[in-house]
């Protein structure tokens, strides 16, 4: 495997962790923490194991506009 698919998976192994224990814990907004972890863990799977890395700016663009106005959006129903 190489050193990025690895990285990668630790990064999402923390940020897993890390949504768990404010999910555990009552924190003060901890729906929009929990919604912003997910969208790293959507860009890093994204970005390295669909290889919209290698992909056209464009798509680039269109996916980082996208889960940054669902995050938006969702942040002001919760």
């Given amino acids: 495997m190489k050193k990025s698919f690895i990285y990668t998976l630790i990064a ?3 940020l897993t962790v890390s949504t768990a224990f404010v ?3 009552t924190i ?3 729906g929009i923490i929990i919604l ?3 969208a790293f863990k959507f860009l890093l ?3 390295e194991f669909m ?3 290698k992909a056209h700016a464009f798509w680039k663009t269109i996916l980082i ?3 940054t106005l669902f995050v938006t959006i969702m942040s002001f129903i919760i």
């Fill in 12 to 14: 999402l192994v923390v």
């Fill in 23 to 25: 999910a555990k814990h």
């Fill in 28 to 30: 003060k907004n901890a």
């Fill in 36 to 38: 912003i972890l997910s």
């Fill in 45 to 47: 799977v994204a970005f």
């Fill in 51 to 53: 290889e919209v890395k």
């Fill in 65 to 67: 506009i996208y889960i």
